[in-house]
Nanobody, 114 residues
């Protein structure tokens, strides 16, 4: 399984970014796929993800600002991030879970300036 994330960058507070993650390899659907982030000195945390039953989990801190979506035909998951805040600054990782294994993409840096 390979995960290729893109779309990070530098944005001012209040701005928007859209992250994309393409999954390839031994993929059987893209349920249980989503986004995590890790800020300097902090643990990696869930941002938003599809569960294996098709529901969506969001971190409380991003509800109403971030939206996860997917294109099953392209094995791609997106994260639309609006109203960004400096505390959203982190490396964002795409993640996929299958057969008792969790896979990670290479991470994409999101920096929000105040």
């Amino acid at each position: 399984v390979q995960l290729q994330a893109s779309g990070g960058g530098l944005v001012q507070a209040g701005g928007s970014l859209r992250l994309s993650c393409v999954a390839s390899g031994s993929i059987f659907g893209i349920n249980d796929m989503g986004w995590y982030r890790q800020a300097p000195g902090k643990q990696r945390e869930l941002v938003a993800a599809f569960t294996r039953i098709g529901s969506i989990n969001y971190a409380d801190s991003v509800k109403d600002r971030f939206t996860i979506s997917r294109d099953n035909a392209k094995n791609t998951v997106y994260l639309q991030m609006n109203s960004l805040k400096p505390e959203d600054t982190a490396v964002y990782y795409c993640s996929y879970y299958r057969a008792l294994s969790r896979y990670w993409g290479q991470g994409t840096q999101v920096t929000v300036s105040s």
